[in-house]
């Protein structure tokens, strides 16, 4: 299920970047790193539901928030919002300061989603190992 939402966002909205023609999606890594995310002692997942139905998921390691996604048929509803909330409610609870994020350059909604939530480049980047290798921007927020 975590691994369905990812693919299924990241197809719809990286598709720019990523063309699936050249670039196939690289779904055993995808796959693999929800596992460590869902074994990992120190690591958390969230799930966003409508209607008992998983339309989005989240999460996070520490201060970091490490995969943000929702169901595109639910881009612009309220799933974002309220995973983002509950993401920072935790990140709060477990007594993070800050919290920090990597986001495409090039992925102008999420970058504007954060934005808008106040968080800020912190000038930082990296490049993303899955081809062509497009560059992620960091992003902290203070909590």
Same mark, same amino acid.
């Given at each position: 299920?975590? %691994?369905?939402?990812?693919?299924? &966002?990241?197809?719809?909205?990286? +598709?720019h ?8 999606y ?5 796959? @693999?790193?929800?596992? @460590? /995310? ?6 958390? *997942?969230? /799930?966003? $539901? ?5 339309? +989005? /998921?989240?999460?996070?390691? =520490?201060?970091?928030?490490?995969? %943000?996604? /929702? ?7 309220d799933?974002? #919002?309220?995973?983002? @909330?509950?993401?920072? &409610? &935790?990140? !709060?609870?477990?007594?993070?300061? =800050? *919290?920090?994020?990597?986001?495409? $350059?090039?992925? *102008?909604?999420?970058?504007? %989603?954060?934005? !808008?939530?106040?968080?800020? $480049?912190? +000038? ?9 290798? #497009? ?6 927020? $203070?909590?």
């Amino acid at each position: 299920m975590l %691994f369905e939402i990812q693919k299924a &966002a990241s197809l719809a909205g990286l +598709g720019h970047v990523f063309p699936a023609d050249r670039f196939p999606y690289p779904d055993e890594a995808v796959r @693999e790193l929800w596992r @460590e /995310v869902v074994a990992g002692s120190n690591r958390q *997942a969230y /799930v966003a $539901e409508t209607d008992g139905e998983a339309v +989005g /998921v989240a999460a996070i390691e =520490g201060d970091w928030v490490n995969g %943000f996604y /929702v169901r595109p048929e639910r881009w612009g509803s309220d799933v974002a #919002p309220a995973l983002h @909330e509950a993401v920072l &409610a &935790a990140m !709060r609870a477990s007594g993070a300061a =800050g *919290a920090h994020l990597w986001v495409l $350059e090039a992925n *102008a909604r999420a970058r504007r %989603f954060y934005e !808008r939530r106040g968080w800020r $480049e912190n +000038g930082t980047t990296r490049v993303v190992p899955y081809p062509p290798n #497009p560059i992620d921007v960091g992003y902290s927020l $203070e909590l």
